[in-house]
């Protein structure tokens, strides 16, 4: 029960109390009408299904505005939340409530897990990084980089080493992302390198992982490029963003100017299926000039 | 080859060539493709600067008698001012030559493309239509820029020796273009003198249309010039405030009238006669008038005077006489997204002929594809225009899941495979973004047995016509040119 709850019952037993003391007696009645009032609180209290929209922020929200033409083009031009007039000194109260449902939509890409369903659907085993829960990945970043030792085992089983590339997929800051973008990446990506002739290993998800466990990944199965999907850091503009990074043979002497990466993969950035045909050719690169990040740009 | 994040930059050299109605002349300038992705993002190339480098001297157009160009003599002058600009023809790599106005219609204009295309490089437009050189010369003389910036729908006016042509832009694209054959140089005079020495077609109209009686060889005085000019002007400023116009501007549309369906808030003027429409010049004598042997003046004075007594205030243009020939050098190109070509030996391709055969957008199912692309190239074969090769030009797939782009490209290659059999090569132009993962799909499918040219983020539309370029930036982008039509027969 709520402290509500416990606040009204003990109001509601005080009175009968009282009633009682003064020979009135409807206690029946009245407990059936507290109950029925307690488990409507409780029903209400359950997440509905109903589907709200919110509030569109695409739109400009002036009143007779000088020039509709111009407001339009500056709306197209940016994704920050220009144009939405105001309420006084404020802004206006759809404004703040998509504010909050974007929000919570950023902070669940965060806390949330990848689900079990999706990594069956798509096929992919899931092993871990050695925090202990989504709290302490996100408070000891270097967590993120060191596979548990149950993983390690079970790469070591299921995985072909000394492939040309190995692909990995990591949550990072967005399981979100992961789940929106890896089913029309992930085709594009095996298509194109099957079809150069590359020898792709299997493919496996990591949870509670930082972009720096394609390190110990790369090493473990002897690796040519590991090839990490992770999901980025959400923002207002939207929680579904992923990055790709690409790193030639990691040791323990990789820094991060070795890696080469390709971010804003979204729907709304650079549409999926289209970057995993973009990383394709990455790879061919890397594996023809045996280099990545600075060093194949130079190359 | 650039790579993500990296800032490089290709700078390529662009000439207009514009052999028009009184004057031709050529405008050499550098372009710089760059990346204009930040950070981590894929890269994509942009035109970001656009610098002109020389600008010729301004040449009268050679023609040995009113029927024919002189070809030889056009050749020269592009020569001599190749050398007085320093450039060699095998440095510029793109560019446009365009021949307009009352130039275009006469008999050998195709063989002066041909004689000049030769000249400058690798790559270059050669065309003429009065729709296209509209929409050069707004965009040449700042119109389109200014209807970008400002917000407005703005209509430029390009009025050159044969022809005006009126080009409306909205939000820096083309909105509308239409052309009447009204110019400068109609009438031509002896040098500071009142004897006429040639009366054109759409001249003679006019004149009739007044009753006047005017005849070469004979004199005419500065009041009948002032009532000719004056009824050209109206003419033009017609096609701009009537839209759907009668009587005399009617018989001088050289295309359909403007549509009707916006409102145009700002008229530019733009070509030679424009430095007389925004400058004090009246007409003071007829000698005065004549001095360069035309009406340019003192049609230029009555443009000013009829736009003044509409109320319709003009904007300054950025370029006058050179508008068109700028837009020609400067404003034709436009750099695709990602490509995918198996063969980079086929490019430059040209004359790339247009359709579009999803208006409605592209179905879900590969089946439904085909069925509605098979129907359109067959059509286009049947207009035998086998010769050319085939562009499809889409919007965007049914959406942009992996599955989509695939039923996609499994759609076209169904419908195309007899297109394939001929040894051309398949050339799809597409405006969303997935130019890289549909080239991917469709070379899968074909098995690499044929030329493949996937480009995106490029608008084109059915009746279009295109040519692409090699490749610039280390091969991940081809430049193209849009073309709207290949020699316009006249109406």
């Not at chain 2, 003419?235 to 405030?241: R, S, W």
């Amino acid at each position: 029960m709520t402290v509500s709850n416990e606040m009204e019952k003990a109001i509601i037993e005080s009175v009968l109390q009282e009633l009682s003391k003064r020979g009135v007696n409807p206690a029946a009645a009245v407990e059936e009408k507290v109950k029925n009032v307690v488990t409507q609180e409780k029903t209400s209290s359950e997440v509905s299904d109903e589907i709200i929209d919110m509030p569109d922020i695409t739109k400009h929200w002036i009143p007779e505005p000088a020039n509709e033409e111009a407001l339009e083009a500056m709306k197209k031009s940016t994704n920050a939340r220009i144009g939405l007039y105001r309420a006084g000194t404020r802004q206006k109260t759809d404004s703040l409530i998509r504010f909050l449902a974007d929000h919570a939509v950023a902070r669940d890409a965060v806390f949330m897990d990848v689900s079990d369903e999706f990594l069956q659907k798509m096929n992919l085993f899931g092993v871990s990084c050695v925090a202990a829960d989504k709290e302490e990945f996100l408070t000891k970043p270097n967590l993120g980089m060191k596979l548990s030792d149950e993983a390690v085992q079970t790469i070591k089983e299921k995985c072909e080493s000394n492939i040309q590339v190995q692909i990995v997929i990591v949550d990072g800051l967005s399981s979100t992302a992961i789940e929106r973008n890896i089913p029309d990446i992930l085709p594009a990506l095996t298509q194109g390198l099957k079809a150069a002739g590359i020898k792709v290993g299997t493919p496996f998800f990591v949870k509670n992982g930082r972009v720096r466990v394609m390190d110990q990944i790369g090493m473990l199965l002897n690796a040519e490029v590991v090839l990490e999907l992770v999901g980025e850091r959400p923002g207002l503009g939207t929680a579904e963003s992923m990055s790709a990074y690409l790193i030639y043979k990691p040791s323990e002497k990789t820094v991060e100017a070795d890696r080469t990466m390709i971010s804003n993969i979204h729907r709304r950035g650079t549409p999926p299926a289209e970057a995993g045909a973009q990383i394709v050719d990455l790879v061919k690169q890397m594996l023809d000039k045996k280099a990545s990040g600075i060093k194949l740009n130079k190359a | 080859m650039i790579h993500i994040g990296e800032a490089g930059h290709q700078k390529i050299i662009s000439v207009g060539i514009d052999i028009g109605t009184t004057t031709t002349q050529l405008v050499m300038s550098r372009l710089t493709i760059k990346n204009s992705s930040p950070g981590a993002v894929i890269p994509k190339m942009d035109i970001t600067d656009k610098e002109i480098l020389y600008r010729s001297n301004i040449h009268i157009t050679p023609i040995n008698e009113h029927l024919l160009i002189d070809a030889h003599q056009v050749k020269k002058i592009i020569e001599a001012e190749y050398k007085l600009a320093g450039v060699k023809k095998e440095a510029v790599e793109t560019g446009a030559v365009i021949i307009t106005g009352e130039t275009a219609k006469k008999g050998n204009a195709k063989n002066i493309l041909e004689a000049t295309a030769g000249f400058a490089g690798d790559f270059v437009v050669a065309t003429a239509g009065v729709n296209l050189e509209s929409i050069l010369a707004g965009k040449g003389s700042g119109a389109a820029k200014y209807s970008k910036e400002n917000h407005k729908i703005v209509a430029n006016i390009d009025v050159g020796g044969g022809t005006s042509n009126i080009g409306v832009f909205k939000g820096g694209r083309t909105l509308d273009t239409a052309c009447i054959n009204i110019g400068g140089h109609l009438i031509e005079l002896e040098k500071h003198s009142d004897k006429i020495t040639y009366i054109s077609d759409p001249a003679r109209l006019v004149i009739n249309d007044m009753g006047l009686q005017l005849g070469v060889g004979e004199r005419v005085t500065q009041s009948q010039l002032i009532q000719i000019s004056k009824k050209m002007a109206e003419a033009i400023l017609e096609t701009i405030t009537k839209r759907k116009v009668a009587g005399l501007a009617q018989q001088l549309m050289m295309t359909p009238p403007l549509k009707e369906d916006y409102k145009i808030e700002k008229v530019m003027i733009s070509g030679g006669v424009a430095d007389y429409v925004y400058s004090d010049y009246r007409p003071v004598s007829v000698t005065d008038i004549t001095k360069y042997g035309d009406m340019g003046p003192i049609l230029g004075w009555a443009i000013q005077e009829a736009f003044k007594k509409e109320g319709i205030q003009l904007a300054k243009p950025a370029e006058t006489i050179r508008a068109t020939v700028i837009g020609a050098g400067i404003h034709s190109l436009e750099i695709s997204g990602s490509t995918i070509h198996v063969n980079s030996g086929t490019l430059p391709l040209r004359n790339i002929t247009v359709i579009s055969p999803f208006p409605e957008g592209v179905p879900e199912k590969a089946a439904d594809i085909a069925k509605l692309l098979k129907n359109q190239v067959d059509r286009i074969t049947v207009q035998d225009i086998t010769e050319q090769n085939l562009a499809i030009a889409l919007k965007e797939p049914y959406d942009m899941s992996f599955n989509s782009v695939n039923e996609l490209a499994h759609g076209i290659f169904e419908a195309m495979e007899e297109y394939i059999t001929q040894k051309k090569p398949l050339i799809i132009v597409i405006e969303a973004d997935c130019g890289k993962v549909l080239g991917q799909c469709l070379s899968i499918i074909a098995k690499a047995s044929n030329e493949l040219i996937c480009i995106d983020q490029i608008q084109v539309d059915e009746g279009d016509y295109i040519d692409i370029g090699k490749p610039v930036m280390g091969g991940r982008v081809v430049p193209v040119v849009v073309k709207t039509l290949v020699f316009e027969k006249a109406k």
